[in-house]
């Protein structure tokens, strides 16, 4: 028999309810509707239940009954709670926000969005990797997805993009091929969310159209710091189409408004078993705080005559168009603002299509956003279960609708009444609107049926090139470095000289940097290129993240180390300078819980040591007192807190209490410009200043695999 047993202790901690428990018989714990004055627990079809705790029973020892449905219907729920993954970009996160209008763009566009000054749209965005699977850990080297699903008055506009701006295929039919290779090989499932392995490397190396793309994924953009520091690009040639009819060719840019910043590869690998979670946490964290993300969307306009006029075919998703040659023009700004209450209804769920675009916006004819618009559609049907989808919250536009299609799968919105089809004589229903309704722009069209190549889709070395040159030396040996890890895991010789057969035709110096780490005897033949002359374009600044930094710390994280005793004013005066420049504090104590400072008062740890790497910081302070830093460097998290540091280039403050445990971590001798002493509040002012660089890249070459 059931009696009442236990009260736990109220808790003070925030959202943590009075625990009034009941005991069973064999002393499995309930609580109950009558003692928590809750709602009444029900099965999904609404009867109410008495019991979750146990089966139903012939006997307390003895078989279950079949008549036990609310037994059947948990587990049969739970046995189907998953759903298919994505192919690609399984593994993502969202949030909601709005994006707002600057001006009327109608001389353009005739897309309702864009007509009124300061008009705000809902809008929600799916940021994601795109080779791992769901489960797999966020600073993965990859392309990240930027999907934005705009709800406007004349429907939903899926800008369904990446964080890079050209892709590695000219062609929707290789897209399976570059899928398959880049995930994991098919007869040992591994390895998980990388590319470093033979298959990816063998279809790169025999598809020369994927240079350029290359030298992006290569690039420190593939292992973004935050996704709020990232760029996003619409990557494909689209159309405005205004009032009268008159296109205009449209490349669409988002630009993060707290500038660019990426983390260092070895870093990476350390956030990846810290926490693989760094960049949800990080989206998370911020909105939560009330700093929203914000990107500006930018585009770039052009006519025909300039497409004419450019070296490239702008059909060509594997070329850009420099925003030194068409500057982009800002249009209006992208706030998120909201998590979602639910990450499967609304992040799992959400499916975007390159197909949802509004009247006034249109596509090219680039062959890779054409086979797209067949691929959005179709997958949902899979990974969602039928054709309904549309009836998901977060799928449903959030302007008027009206359609005669029907019945199908988990349909909850059917036409009312006795008219489903059109045209019909009972003067019901919504009819086509020639004036209001989307009309296709009547490009011309014209040629023979052909699978072809076009030949201005040929050159595929010289944006490479330009690329690799717009790079600062830092960002250029972090490709080399990239390159050489990815070909070091290749365990095929002749994949890794293809390679640099294509590099060669990039940049022989550093091809010559690839070949000498990978242990090459002999150069390789540059390989074969289509066009014979590589342009030498002009570099391009807006191509280099150091170039553009934002030249602040707003948005960052400064990790303290303290321990018993820290200097409480200078704890305090660093950590209002830091929050007056908008960006966050996290405290790293050797206990979980907090430290005691001079003042005797109690500072709260965030973290403890063991759990708070420097790796999950932007920049660190070392604090600890006089009397505890012996002990604490003796612990080993401790000294990697500050080797990792430094040798990821990031600024470091230090009390000179400090110095014992920078001996121990290996730095003490090589102290730079990097290392700041916090002696007074002055110093904690320069500090902060300096912080706004992000990182000391000069630093890097001193600094050997790990070792100061
Ligand atoms: Fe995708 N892509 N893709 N892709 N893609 C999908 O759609 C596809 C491409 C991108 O957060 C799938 O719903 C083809 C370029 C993002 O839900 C699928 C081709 C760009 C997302 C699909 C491409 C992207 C996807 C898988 C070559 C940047 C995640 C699940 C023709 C401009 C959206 C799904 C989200 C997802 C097909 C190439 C971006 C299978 C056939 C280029 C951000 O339909």
Sequence with gaps: MAKKTTKAAPSDSAGIHDQSLVRGAGGEL???????????????????????????????????????????EKLFHFDHERIPERVVHARGYGAHGYFETYDSLAAYTKADLFQRKGEKTPAFVRFSTVAGNKGSADLARDVRGFAVKIYTKEGNWDLVGNNMPVFFIQDAIKFPDLVHAAKQEPDRDFPQAQTAHDNFWDFISLTPESMHMIMWAMSDRAIPRSFRFMEGFGVHTFRFVNAKDESTFVKFHWKPKLGLQSVAWNEAVKINGADPDFHRRDLWQSIQSGNFPEWELQVQLFDQAFADSFDFDVLDPTKLIPEEILPPQPVGRLVLDRMPDNFFAETEQVAFMTQNVPPGIDFSNDPLLQGRNFSYLDTQLKRLGGPNFTHIPINAPKCPFAHFQQDGHMAMRNPVGRVNYQPNSWGEGPRESPVKGFRHFPAEGQGPKIRLRPESFADHYSQARQFYISQTPAEQRHIA??????????????????????????????????????????????????????????????????????????????????????????LKALTSAVTKEKAMVEIIAPKVGGVTASDGSWVAAQQMIDGGPSVLYDAVAVLPSPEAVDELATEATARDFVADAFQHCKFIGHVEAAMPLLKKAGIADSLDEGVIALGSAKDVAAFVKELGKLRLWSREPGVKHGKA
């Design 30 to 72: 309930h609580q109950t509707a009558e003692t928590h004055d809750a709602p009444v627990m029900t099965t999904a079809q609404g009867g109410p239940v008495a019991d979750d705790q146990n089966t139903l029973r012939i006997g307390a020892r003895g078989p279950l009954a079949m008549d036990d449905f609310h037994f059947r």
């Design 481 to 570: 470095n990239a390159l050489t890890f990815e070909l070091s895991k290749v365990e095929t010789p002749v994949i890794r000289e293809r390679v640099v057969s294509h590099l060669l035709n990039i940049d022989e110096t550093l091809a010559s940097t690839v070949a000498a780490k990978l242990g090459l005897k002999t150069m390789p033949k540059p390989a074969d290129a289509a066009v014979e002359t590589r342009q030498d374009l002009e570099p391009s600044p807006a191509l280099s993240i150091a170039l553009n930094g934002p030249e602040r710390f707003e948005g960052r994280k400064l990790g303290i180390l303290v321990t018993d005793g820290v200097d409480a004013a200078l």
